[in-house]
C-alpha cells in the first residue's frame, strides 16, 4: 500500500490564483482531513470528511474549499491564493470504526504565495 | 483554539541520555495520542494512551496520563540520534471524534 500520497510536493503560487493540493489513500479510511503547518506551530485543522460527499469545516476553513467525491481522493482547493495561505498542508487519513483515532499522515505539499 | 501546550518548546541533550516531553491540554479526552515528525517529512504515530490509562510503554517510549491535572508526558529512554525529530501530542475529545487536535510540539535535538 502506498498509504496517502500528496502532489505536488512543492507549488508556489502568485497572488489571486487558483489551485487544487490533491491527496489520496490506497487504505479504505473512511475519514479524512486536512492541516496547514505553520512555523513553530502544531497543526491545524482546515476541512474534513467522514465519508464520500460529506464534509465540514475546522479550525480555519476561510480561503479553502473541499470535496470527496470518492473514499480515495480528498483535494483541497485554494480559491484565490493569498500570502498568508504560505504553509506546509497535510493531509491524513483514518478508519471510522477504530476506536484509536490514529491518523496517518501524507508527506505534505509546501506552498509559497508571492 | 489548539488543545495541547507542550513544554519545552526546544530540548537539545547528549546521546543516550533521556528526553522527556510535557503536553497540558484543556478539556476532557477519550484519548491522547503522541506523533513524531521528522524534518520535512509527516506525521507519524508513536503511541496512544486512553483516558482510562496511567501509563503506558512501547519500546523506548514511555507516556504518562493526569487526567486530574489534565497533562501527559513522553519519555524516550537512551536517546539515539535518530530520534532528532519534532514531538506533538493530539487529542481525541470523545470517541468517534472526527477530529484530533495537536499541541504545538516539542523540537528535540540529540547530539553525537
Known amino acids: 500500500n502506498a498509504g496517502v500520497t500528496q502532489t505536488p510536493k512543492f507549488q508556489v503560487l502568485k497572488t489571486g490564483q487558483s489551485m487544487t493540493l490533491q491527496c489520496a489513500q490506497d487504505m479504505n479510511h473512511e475519514y479524512m482531513s486536512w492541516y496547514r503547518q505553520d512555523p513553530g506551530m502544531g497543526l491545524r485543522l482546515i476541512h474534513y470528511s467522514v465519508g464520500a460527499g460529506i464534509t465540514d469545516q475546522g479550525e480555519v476553513p476561510n480561503g479553502y474549499n473541499v470535496s470527496r467525491s470518492t473514499t480515495e481522493d480528498f483535494p483541497l482547493r485554494l480559491l484565490s491564493a493569498a500570502p498568508s495561505q504560505t504553509s506546509v498542508y497535510f493531509c491524513?487519513?483514518?478508519?471510522?470504526?477504530?476506536?484509536?483515532?490514529?491518523?496517518?499522515f501524507g508527506p505534505g505539499t509546501r506552498l509559497t504565495v508571492l | 483554539s489548539q488543545q495541547g501546550e507542550e513544554d519545552p518548546q526546544a530540548l537539545s541533550i547528549q546521546e543516550g541520555e533521556n528526553a522527556t516531553m510535557n503536553c497540558s491540554y484543556k478539556t476532557s479526552i477519550n484519548n491522547l495520542q503522541w506523533y513524531r515528525q521528522n524534518s520535512g517529512r509527516g506525521l507519524v504515530h508513536l503511541i496512544l494512551?486512553?483516558?482510562?490509562?496511567r501509563e503506558k510503554h512501547s519500546g523506548r517510549l514511555r507516556v504518562t496520563l493526569d487526567t486530574s491535572k489534565k497533562s501527559s508526558s513522553l519519555l524516550i529512554t537512551a536517546s539515539r540520534a535518530a530520534d532528532t525529530a519534532s514531538y506533538f501530542c493530539?487529542?481525541?475529545?470523545?470517541?468517534?471524534?472526527?477530529?484530533?487536535?495537536f499541541g504545538q510540539g516539542t523540537r528535540l535535538t540529540i547530539n553525537p
Open positions: 493530539a487529542t481525541v475529545p470523545f470517541q468517534g471524534a472526527q477530529k484530533l487536535v
Open positions: 491524513a487519513s483514518w478508519q471510522r470504526h477504530s476506536s484509536y483515532n490514529e491518523q496517518f
Open positions: 494512551i486512553r483516558s482510562n490509562e
